[in-house]
């Protein structure tokens, strides 16, 4: 057993940690902390071991090291922690983010503090073609450099959501019933030659789940499922504190959930999937028929507030629908949170009381007491200020691995030392008795 206390502390699983090295398990904790403090600055140290599950020497150790690695600030008094640990922020450079939709592109630029200097979204066709999406996304990171007062140079990673699955294995998308615009291609190749910069890729709605969990309805939580809807329906899940994600990358692919097995047929081959139910084209076309054909989820919600009761049962089906599926999520995974976004919500009560009311009655009861369903706090930009974290935790990432190892584990070493010449002491001892 290696004493705790030099940052080498024995974790809760040690599957978790491939090779079993001192310093591979030391880097993990680092990586930990690093995260923790990323997540919410402004920590004690007694802060992050609590969050960490590590001792408060360990911490005390590796906060030592974050900050002779230049990634961590603040002032530091003893063991006790009662200074206020923040990342540290260079003081030059930006990161863009880059949330590819069903039919939407935004961007946002952001300092090395995450903070979103300038961004904007733009409609476009459903399912528009990958160049056609990059070219915009190109042009608007352009414009958006120039009003925020930031040099191309300063660039220095570039975040990107799909709405797709991706796998994790080859970083190709996967996971689709039909092809879609980014079939066959390879996406982290395309966008670093559109760009022109280091890109990291991750399905949109594990970035909107990201989004919230670093400041959003998220923080301060360990278990959260984000839970999007706009043209199609998707969820991102958080289980202690991380992105699940799953082997194939299809984790939180909830739109081919079956919410009516006597339903229509979806694209996939199922009958009553959840797109259908409430998947902005199939919740709107029929309504369409008496409302016009540009009828769209805001006019809904407007009809519903000024009592047409016709919509107003649309948004009621539309929340049941979707109760349906986040009571087996609360089911299966028993989450803290569940945070809604999308236009639909913009219904409030209207929907979110028949999605609460149908939790509760077909959620096991413990976990339907335990949750918080709630609506996003980041205003349509979840997924972009997830696009800017995971370049951010990038950027992060290639620091740590790229900082010199520490020369030896004093601990481990000690505790070698002492079991040899423990052991050397029973020998010669052996040997005198005998």
């Given at each position: 057993m290696i004493p705790a206390g030099d940052g080498d502390e024995t974790p809760a699983s040690p599957s978790r940690w491939p090779g079993g090295t001192l310093h591979a398990l030391r880097e993990e904790n680092i990586r930990r902390v690093l995260e923790v403090i990323s997540t919410e600055g402004g920590l004690s140290q007694a802060e992050v071991a609590r969050r960490t599950g590590l001792s408060r020497a360990t911490v005390s150790n590796l906060v030592a090291e974050l900050r002779r690695r230049g990634l961590v600030r603040g002032d530091v008094a003893g063991l006790g922690g009662r200074g206020s640990l923040e990342i540290?922020?260079?003081?030059?450079?930006?990161?863009?983010?880059?949330?590819?939709?069903?039919?939407?592109?935004?961007?946002?630029?952001?300092?090395?503090?995450?903070?979103?200097?300038?961004?904007?979204?733009?409609?476009?066709?459903?399912?528009?073609?990958?160049r056609e999406g990059c070219a915009e996304a190109k042009a608007m990171m352009i414009r958006l450099l120039e009003r925020a007062g930031v040099p191309a140079a300063d660039v220095r990673q570039v975040g990107v959501g799909l709405p797709y699955p991706i796998d994790k294995i080859s970083g190709r998308l996967g996971g689709q019933p039909n092809p879609h615009p980014w079939t066959e291609l390879d996406p982290s190749a395309v966008l670093e030659g559109v760009f022109g910069l280091p890109v990291v890729i991750d399905n949109d709605c594990n970035?909107?789940?990201?989004?919230?969990?670093?400041?959003?309805?998220?923080?301060?939580?360990?278990?959260?499922?984000?839970?999007h809807v706009d043209e199609r329906a998707g969820a991102g899940v958080v289980l202690d504190g991380r992105l699940h994600r799953g082997v194939a990358g299809t984790a939180g692919e909830i739109g081919h959930m079956t919410v009516d097995p006597h339903g229509q047929t979806c694209t996939c081959g199922n009958r009553g999937c959840l797109d259908l139910a409430v998947g902005a084209t199939n919740f709107l076309d029929p309504l369409r028929g008496?409302?016009?054909?540009?009828?769209?989820?805001?006019?809904?919600?407007?009809?519903?507030?000024?009592?047409?009761?016709?919509?107003?049962?649309?948004?009621?089906?539309?929340?049941?629908?979707?109760?349906?599926?986040?009571?087996?999520?609360?089911?299966?995974?028993?989450?803290?949170?569940?945070?809604?976004?999308?236009?639909?919500?913009?219904?409030?009560?209207?929907?979110?009381?028949?999605?609460?009311?149908?939790?509760?009655?077909?959620?096991?009861?413990?976990a339907?007491?335990?949750?918080?369903?709630?609506?996003?706090?980041?205003?349509?930009?979840?997924?972009?200020?997830?696009?800017?974290?995971?370049?951010?935790?990038?950027?992060?990432?290639?620091?740590?691995?790229?900082?010199p190892a520490p020369a030896a584990p004093h601990v481990g070493v000690r505790h070698i030392e002492a079991s040899m010449s423990l052991r050397a002491g029973r020998t010669r001892t052996t040997a005198a008795l005998s």
């Open positions: 540290a922020i260079a003081t030059s450079g930006a990161v863009v983010g880059v949330d590819f939709g069903h039919s939407h592109v935004r961007v946002g630029v952001a300092d090395l503090g995450g903070q979103v200097l300038a961004d904007e979204e733009h409609r476009l066709p459903l399912d528009f073609g990958a970035l909107g789940a990201l989004g919230e969990l670093r400041q959003g309805a998220g923080r301060g939580f360990t278990d959260v499922i984000y839970f008496g409302y016009g054909l540009q009828l769209d989820i805001a006019d809904v919600v407007r009809l519903a507030e000024h009592g047409d009761m016709r919509c107003h049962r649309a948004l009621t089906e539309a929340g049941c629908a979707m109760g349906m599926v986040i009571a087996d999520l609360c089911n299966l995974l028993s989450p803290q949170r569940v945070i809604v976004a999308g236009p639909i919500f913009g219904a409030r009560e209207m929907i979110l009381r028949p999605l609460r009311e149908t939790v509760m009655h077909r959620a096991v009861p413990a339907a007491r335990a949750v918080e369903i709630v609506r996003s706090q980041l205003d349509g930009s979840a997924e972009m200020v997830g696009a800017i974290w995971l370049a951010l935790d990038a950027i992060r990432q290639r620091a740590t691995r790229s900082a």
